[in-house]
């Protein structure tokens, strides 16, 4: 049976995400395999079609914006395009926690020693991350913070960007120096593997209390990851590079880690609540 066929079988199956929890939180969830390799295929195909202007350079990564302009007051909207819509609806249908259908996709581009600092995603998002990677694994890091509302000023958290434009994906970015942490925080940080065509799902408290961020080096830490499973994936993908030798620059892989060798894309999937239909009405 191909292997989209053996997908689409299931296709309308709800996920039953109590067995997709990892770690102690259970307000992240992730979903290996979430598509299979020709989709992702398929997706790469699309992201790499887009004329050059679609993509925006930022300092540390490439991104193209899906959906239309967050803007403070909300999203001005611009239908997302079929070949993303395939994903979204069935990110939608399968993990049953929107409330409505995925309006808004960031589609971000990590060099291997590229990633994305730590920051919580702006308050114009219904509080639900959807995050589908594609291409070279990648750890994401979670990390506790105080709750930024009605602190910022009193306990001194820097609050960096408040505009919801396409780059919404990096206001409210706390520059770790400035964290605040408190002895009696019971909540401890956590770090992820993401493998290709996985999705990782965060909510709730980890959306609000916890920061998110990639490091930007070659070489990603895995003994410590609370979806330890994946890592023997990291293996089979090497092989699968027809016998690639694996060497950072900065240093040569160790155990308990593994080099960043191609680029990630990664598809950031949300929902913005409030959609403005006219321009002139914000
Ligand atoms: O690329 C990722 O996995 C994280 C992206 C992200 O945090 C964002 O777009 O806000
Ligand atoms: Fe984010």
Avoid at 88 to 94: E, K, N
Avoid at 168 to 188: E, F, G, P, Y
Avoid at 206 to 219: C, G, K, R, T, V
Avoid at 273 to 281: A, D, E, I, R
């Amino acid at each position: 049976m191909a292997e989209d066929e053996g997908y689409k079988m299931e296709q309308e199956q709800e996920v039953e995400l109590q067995k997709h929890i990892v770690g102690s939180l259970p307000t992240i969830f992730y979903i290996p395999n979430f598509i299979t390799n020709s989709e992702q295929a398929q997706l790469l195909h699309h992201i790499y079609e887009v004329p050059a202007s679609r993509w925006k350079s930022l300092k540390n990564r490439r991104l193209q914006n899906w959906g239309g302009v967050v803007h403070e007051k909300g999203l001005l909207p611009q239908d997302l395009p079929p070949w993303l819509t395939k994903f979204t609806q069935r990110i939608f249908q399968q993990t049953g926690l929107f409330p409505s259908a995925i309006n808004h996709v960031l589609i971000n581009e990590y060099l291997p020693n590229q990633g994305i600092m730590p920051h919580q995603d702006g308050p114009a998002y219904y509080p639900i991350v959807a995050i589908l990677s594609l291409e070279s694994p990648v750890v994401i890091d979670f990390t506790p913070h105080l709750r930024l509302k009605g602190r910022t000023e009193k306990e001194g958290i820097a609050v960096k960007g408040s505009d919801n434009n396409v780059t919404a994906s990096d206001d409210a970015i706390v520059s770790s120096n400035k964290l605040i942490c408190r002895t009696d925080d019971i909540r401890q940080p956590c770090s992820l593997l993401l493998m290709p065509c996985s999705l990782l799902l965060f909510k709730d408290e980890a959306y609000s209390d916890y920061l998110h961020s990639i490091q930007d080096s070659e070489l990603h830490r895995v003994d410590k990851v609370v979806n330890a499973s994946e890592t023997l994936k990291l293996e089979e993908q090497k092989l699968g590079d027809a016998g690639e030798t694996i060497k950072c620059t900065s240093s040569e892989g160790q155990s308990g880690s593994f080099c960043r060798t191609s680029t990630r894309v990664s598809l950031t999937c949300r929902l913005v609540l409030k959609v403005k239909k006219n321009l002139f009405k914000f």
